[in-house]
């Protein structure tokens, strides 16, 4: 059974084939969501024999997952672009804007691989990557607080989610709007998550815009 993501490989013929099966994938889904794609359309705007393409990916799932592994990792990257404490509510990280700017250029791909809500391949990949990361952040940089998988989970559902609406028409924004609103929306999540592992004499506010800004996973 193939991965459900590729990482590459040794032989550049492999990498190569795969790279056209990507780019194939991602062309058709501009035109039809990909309940509507076949192997067929795939593999014929690939260049490739049908057999070819089962020696890659077990089904077109596994070849979406795998095209969507590059924008799961600048969105995980993207939100965690900050040395230190993580930029106050009015400043989001650069690269989230840019990431969101991009997304909105090929609106049409994304909803074909995210459902609303935050299903299908994208959405599955982008939440586990996500809520990993978050995690092992949150244990990285405060091993002795407790309910990080909470707090991963809240982060990765919520930007998950969004992001899924807003490619479906359901959030109004601009890509620099939603990246403000996301910042703040998280920092709130990580504020009284925080919040909950301090003594009650601790002021929630100060864990999101002070200069002790408890940081995020």
Do not use: N
Not at 133 to 157: K, M, N, Y
Request: charged share 20%.
């Amino acid at each position: 059974m193939t991965p459900a993501v590729t990482a590459g490989s040794a032989d550049p013929r492999t990498a190569r084939t795969r790279a056209k099966l990507r780019a194939a994938l991602l062309a058709a889904c501009e035109h039809r969501p990909l309940e509507q794609v076949s192997v067929a359309q795939v593999v014929r705007g690939a260049g490739v024999g049908r057999a070819t393409f089962y020696l890659h990916y077990d089904d077109l799932h596994a070849l979406a997952v795998d095209a969507c592994a590059e924008v799961v990792t600048e969105a995980v990257d993207a939100l965690h672009a900050w040395d230190g404490a993580p930029p106050g509510p009015d400043a989001p990280p650069a690269p989230l804007a840019a990431l969101l700017a991009s997304v909105h250029t090929r609106a049409p791909v994304y909803r074909s691989l995210l459902r609303e809500g935050g299903g299908g391949p994208l959405g599955e990949l982008l939440h586990r990557e996500l809520r990993q990361r978050s995690l092992d952040e949150l244990r990285a940089r405060r091993p002795q607080d407790t309910g990080h998988d909470l707090t991963a989970s809240a982060v990765a559902g919520i930007f998950t989610g969004v992001l899924a609406d807003w490619v479906h028409g359901r959030v109004d924004a601009t890509p620099e709007q939603l990246a403000g609103r996301i910042w703040r929306m998280l920092l709130a999540v990580h504020a009284t998550a925080r919040h909950r592992s301090l003594s009650p004499s601790s002021h929630p506010k100060s864990a999101v815009t002070g200069p002790g800004a408890a940081p995020l996973g």
